[in-house]
């Protein structure tokens, strides 16, 4: 990959990367301390001795460097001091600074989350030199500390950091191969290369039980509907993360999985039993308790039967600290879900939310939409009694026992040469194929349909929906499979009709159907009234074979009786959609099984297919 260093220090860290001499003293007395004497993982605990240093640290700091170390937000630009001028216009707006340098001299922020759409993440060198950037800021400041960076790292669906780094299957297409090895695996290599680029603190994985199938917000995100499959791989994955030096986020407690409501933009209610939350939800976090979580991350959900004043549970203290630290035996950091989120200010203004959600039990404030308003409102509360400073004391020592523990002040600091070596390596890269390979399941094979034959059926059409591809990916689907079933032997051209094909779009289809041996169409989220379900019916009905490849949802398979092919890839990734293209040629066999129920098209409260169905060849 092509060196991004310019020369200016500020910028890329990379280029005139502080010595190891230079980190400690810049972190002036308690900190050199701790760096010279080194720090146990996060998920041990520092020693008796580090902690006396911690403590001793957190007695010389200012009220206000308490508060901002209980902030972890957002800051547009691809550098921490020479950001595009509209990242700058950005800032300005929402921020009112004009660089991360700057958002960190005012507020002294404990943390900053990467975006893609905040311009953080263009490539791996880029990624490694704004995250020395913003250590070398923090770091320069009087008592200037390192900084945690996070971002929502999950693979599948969600990813913040692309190409040339590895991608792996999300997490339900992980539960459909069912591999604690392969959730080892992933957190031990995706936990390496994010490590490499500077970012510490990964909001993964989600450890929700996926029960309704019409849950909006979480989905393919989750394992599966399983508790106890789902614990075992969210356990595998936090394992996995802890070897490679990075924090691990369980999310989102109590559990999001049984909702249909998208708390991005309101406020969804969970109605189990306490009885029901323990069966199904609790298993997967104290899961991930045991294997030593180092943060877990609160849900803008209601679950009236564990705390009755229906407060959110990101600002309810009987679930926060009644449920997860006492209950549970949790005493690691505590992140929120993003405070700009509708679902945590329906109730309760911005002022109030970040208070009430340090009251609850909480330690790091992510993402507040006003970072002015949620660091005054910390400030004056504890200025005004509502807080105390001891109260702060307790957070502010879980969020630098976790930097300690995972080496921000032994150093802090990245490099090109490691990024080389560490992201999109060749083995990582093989390494996420494999895991793919495992994960794709077969629903429906009749007549042994599949594998498809490059003698009988040479020539093929691949169609159907192409949503915006996840971020990193190359995309459209039905272009990547293509190419991927081009690349196998077959002749295959693409035509995507998107997730809602027109009349038009579909006569286009099925008049390039009459032209090929057999047709692959790519799926997403398949209902009664979908347009999709007509374009797959016309296809069928030109009588050339029909092999449908739900891209997203498992579920589509209901509204599909017709296909004699069906199989599920749980994400339209890359990884997962050439993992597919070598099932659908007979490269591999399917060896996915479902992690979670399909219910009947006519009858959601009949299962069509249960957990652990999956065909094989």
């Known amino acids: 990959m092509p060196d991004s260093s310019t020369g200016n220090a500020g910028s890329t860290g990379c ?135 996070s971002t929502d790292q999950e693979h599948g669906i969600v990813a913040r950091v692309g190409e040339p780094a590895t991608l792996f299957p999300g997490a339900m297409a992980v539960g459909a191969g069912g591999s604690r090895s392969d959730a080892r695996t992933l957190g031990r290599i995706a936990g390496r290369e994010l490590r490499a680029l500077g970012i510490r603190q990964n909001y993964s994985p989600v450890a929700d039980v996926n029960v309704d199938p019409a849950n909006p917000v979480i989905g393919v995100r989750s394992f599966g509907a399983d508790p106890r499959a789902v614990a075992e791989l969210v356990a595998a994955e936090v394992e996995g993360y802890e070897s490679s030096r990075v924090a691990a986020t369980a999310k989102h407690f109590p559990g999001h999985g049984d909702t249909v409501t998208d708390s991005h933009a309101e406020l969804p209610y969970i109605h189990h039993t306490r009885e029901e939350w323990e069966r199904l939800d609790a298993p997967p976090f104290r899961a991930a308790i045991g294997a030593g979580i180092d943060s877990v991350m609160t849900a803008h959900i209601v679950v009236p039967a564990l705390d009755a004043s229906e ?59 006003s970072l002015d308003v949620a660091w005054h409102a910390v ?27 995972l080496g921000l002040f032994e150093d802090p600091y990245v490099s090109h040469a490691g990024v080389d070596r560490t992201v999109g390596t060749r083995a990582h890269l093989a390494a996420a194929d494999r895991i793919a390979e495992r994960t794709t399941t077969l629903l429906v094979n009749e007549g042994g349909l ?59 289809a099925v008049a390039a159907a009459r032209d090929v041996d057999a047709v692959v169409v790519g799926t997403y989220n398949v209902d009664a009234a979908s347009s999709q ?81 999956g065909l094989t060849y």
């Open 379 to 405: 400030l004056n509360a504890v200025r005004d009694g509502e807080l105390t400073e001891e109260r702060l004391d307790e957070s502010v020592l879980r969020v630098l026992r976790l930097k300690a523990g």
């Open 311 to 369: 407060d959110p549970a990101t600002l309810s203290r009987p679930i926060l600290t009644g449920i997860l630290r006492e209950e549970l035996g949790y005493d690691g950091v505590v992140v929120t879900d993003s405070l700009g989120m509708e679902g945590v200010r329906t109730k309760y203004g911005d002022d109030r939310v970040p208070v009430l959600a340090l009251k609850a039990g909480v330690d790091q404030l992510l993402n507040p939409p």
């Open 533 to 613: 379900k007509t374009l797959v019916e016309q296809l069928l009905a030109t009588g050339r074979p029909v092999v449908a490849v739900a891209i997203r949802n498992p579920y589509d398979v209901a509204h599909l009786p017709g296909v004699a092919a069906c199989l599920a890839t749980y994400s339209w990734t890359d990884v997962e959609l050439r993992a597919a293209a070598r099932v659908i040629a007979g490269a591999v066999d399917p060896r996915g099984t479902l992690p979670v129920p399909v219910p009947r098209a006519d009858d959601p409260t009949a299962v069509l297919y249960p957990v652990g169905h």
């Open 450 to 508: 599949l594998p498809l034959s490059r003698r009988r059926q040479p020539r093929l059409l691949v169609t159907g929906a192409d949503p915006a591809s996840p971020s990193g990916t190359t995309g459209p689907p039905t272009g990547v499979l293509a190419d991927a079933l081009t690349g196998l032997g077959f002749t295959a051209t693409a035509l995507p009709t998107g997730t809602a094909p027109s009349a038009a779009t579909v006569a286009e």
């Open 15 to 149: 280029t005139a990367r502080p010595s190891r001499r230079a980190v400690l003293a810049a972190t002036a007395g308690v900190t050199t301390a701790l760096a010279a004497g080194g720090t146990a993982h996060a998920a041990g605990g520092p020693s008796a001795h580090d902690d006396r240093r911690l403590r001793a640290l957190v007695s010389r700091m200012t009220l206000e460097e308490k508060v901002g170390q209980l902030f972890v937000t957002r800051v547009y630009g691809h550098s921490a001091t020479d950001p595009d001028q509209a990242d700058v216009d950005a800032n300005l707006k929402e921020i009112g600074v004009r660089t991360a340098a700057e958002l960190l001299a005012r507020y002294r922020v404990g943390g900053i989350i990467y975006f893609t759409w905040a311009h953080n993440t263009r490539d791996p060198h880029q990624i490694a030199d704004l995250s020395n950037g913003i250590q070398k800021a923090s770091l320069g400041l009087e008592r200037g500390l390192p900084v945690l960076i």
